[in-house]
């Protein structure tokens, strides 16, 4: 149980296109997605906290405008890089939060390597 | 906010070895405290987790240990195995907050 994907796996665009990444829990609905960026060989940094329905809280020094995240529904959340540039190539990983218990436990999806050219 | 140290960024041991890798926090509210494992170009795995209720927990070769007044955790690993060799990172979360704050991360390399 509590799976997450992500879609698509690697992509890389010109700069200047915009790229939609796709999460997905598979087997549980998420009451919170979270999008997170991590550098090479650094830690994973949260970018926006999403609610289904609301509208995203973004990270403080996250563009809300560069990065559009959408959860219109209990299993799917994406996120949006507009007008991608080269400081913008990143793995990109989502996290699919459930109530399990009293806490909001993260499940985390494979991640998406963004390069941009 | 949260501040969350972790200790050593590389370790490398020989196999059959224990690896201790250990985290301080600054956020006396935090109470879970999840470990990671991160391969090479994938997302984060849970592997085990502690709650503040909790001194140690342990599953097989894995265990973790909380001391809450010192606000820092731990994980040990037994008996290392090559499979073991990856990035380890852990969190806190603050419950209102929902949010997790990770380490640094340490690498792990197991060898032969």
């Known amino acids: 149980g509590a799976v997450v994907s992500q879609h698509p796996s690697r992509v890389i665009c010109k700069s200047g296109t915009s790229v939609k990444i796709e999460c997905r829990s598979l087997?549980?609905?998420?009451?919170?997605m979270f999008w997170y960026r991590q550098f090479p060989k650094q830690s994973l940094m949260l970018m926006a906290t999403?609610?289904?329905?609301?509208?995203?809280?973004?990270e403080q020094g996250v563009e809300k405008d560069k990065f559009l995240i959408n959860h219109a529904s209990l299993t799917l959340s994406t996120l949006t890089v507009t007008s991608a540039h080269p400081e913008d190539s990143s793995f990109y990983i989502c996290?699919?939060?459930?109530?399990?218990?009293?806490?909001?436990?993260?499940?985390f999806g494979p991640g998406t390597r963004l390069t941009v050219l | 906010g949260e501040n969350v140290e972790q200790h050593p960024s590389t370790l490398s041991v020989q196999e059959g070895d224990s690896a201790v890798i250990k985290c301080t926090y600054s956020?006396?509210?935090?109470?879970?405290f999840p470990w990671y494992k991160q391969e090479l170009g994938k997302g984060p795995q849970l592997i085990i987790d502690?709650?503040?209720?909790?001194g140690e927990k342990k599953d097989q070769r894995i265990a973790v240990t909380l001391n809450k007044t010192a606000k820092h955790f731990s994980l040990h690993i037994t008996e290392t195995q090559p499979e073991d060799s990856a990035v380890y990172f852990c969190?806190?979360?603050?419950?209102?907050?929902?949010?997790?704050?990770f380490g640094t991360g340490t690498r792990l390399q197991v060898t032969l």
């Open positions: 999403s609610n289904e329905g609301s509208k995203a809280t973004y």
């Open positions: 087997d549980f609905q998420a009451t919170t």
């Open positions: 996290s699919a939060g459930a109530s399990l218990t009293s806490l909001v436990e993260q499940f």
């Open positions: 956020d006396s509210a935090s109470n879970y």
């Open positions: 969190a806190t979360l603050t419950g209102t907050a929902s949010k997790l704050t």
């Open positions: 502690i709650r503040s209720n909790v």
